[in-house]
């Protein structure tokens, strides 16, 4: 059941469900629930950010509460928790390329095509920084730049750079100096500016590098726990 509701919501970015146990837990002496914990796994090679703590939890429950929904368990929808969940720095950096309307809209081909470039060009280097607590990342946004430098139009790139439930997150210095290296390398498939790269709301400066490297990640599972008690 849940397979089939996370795959109507979200496509291929869903891969499975995992169950990880059941636990019995007393309401009262004569009625007592069953809590079931189960994993959603998602594809980290979809171009598309990982869904939201908020949409896992709606989309169950709106599956749960709807009369036309094929989902006939006879769980709680008010006791559906988000348990674990990945964890997130937001990064925008500013590359070369002419900013065009279609970039605006995810689903369009431009979108797609230049997710997969930015995601597949910086995810080598995050996972050679950062083996045991990487996990992927997502295109949110892209944006003219609005200025131009040695006459190079420019786009602005917003994306979420994901790590794992229980990983120790880099700070603000170590993600800046990942981005410089990534710069420095010269054989990315786009330029990096430096001079401006925003991670968590902060703006940080390093001298202006450009860069470009095609190199092909391979796809991994990303984990989100749920915590679902059901009526016994």
């Keep these: 059941m849940f397979d089939d509701i996370y795959s109507k919501k979200f496509g291929p970015r869903f891969i499975r469900t995992i169950v990880i146990g059941f636990r019995s837990v007393a309401r009262t002496k004569a009625d007592s629930n069953v809590e079931a914990e189960v994993q959603l796994v998602f594809s980290e090679a979809s171009t598309e950010p990982v869904p939201s703590n908020t949409d896992i ?93 040695r006459s190079v139009p420019k786009i602005r790139n917003s994306m979420d750079v994901v790590f794992g439930t229980d990983a120790v997150l880099p700070n603000s210095t170590q993600i800046m100096n990942t981005i410089v290296r990534a710069a420095r390398n010269n054989t990315l498939p786009f330029q990096i500016f430096t001079s401006s790269i925003i991670i968590n709301g902060t703006e940080f400066s390093s001298a202006e590098v450009s860069s470009s490297i095609s190199m092909m990640t391979a796809s991994f599972l990303v984990a989100v726990s749920l915590l679902v008690p059901w009526i016994h």
């Design 57 to 149: 939890v709606e989309t169950l429950k709106e599956a749960v509460t709807n009369p036309t929904s094929s989902f006939n368990l006879p769980l709680d929808p008010t006791s559906i928790t988000v348990i674990k969940s990945l964890q997130i720095i937001p990064l925008t950096i500013i590359t070369n390329g002419t900013f065009v309307a279609a970039l605006s809209n995810k689903n369009s081909t431009e979108f797609q095509n230049r997710a997969s470039l930015i995601k597949t060009g910086l995810e080598p280097f995050f996972l050679a920084d950062y083996p045991k607590s990487f996990s992927t990342i997502s295109v949110t946004n892209f944006s003219d730049a609005g200025v131009k430098l």
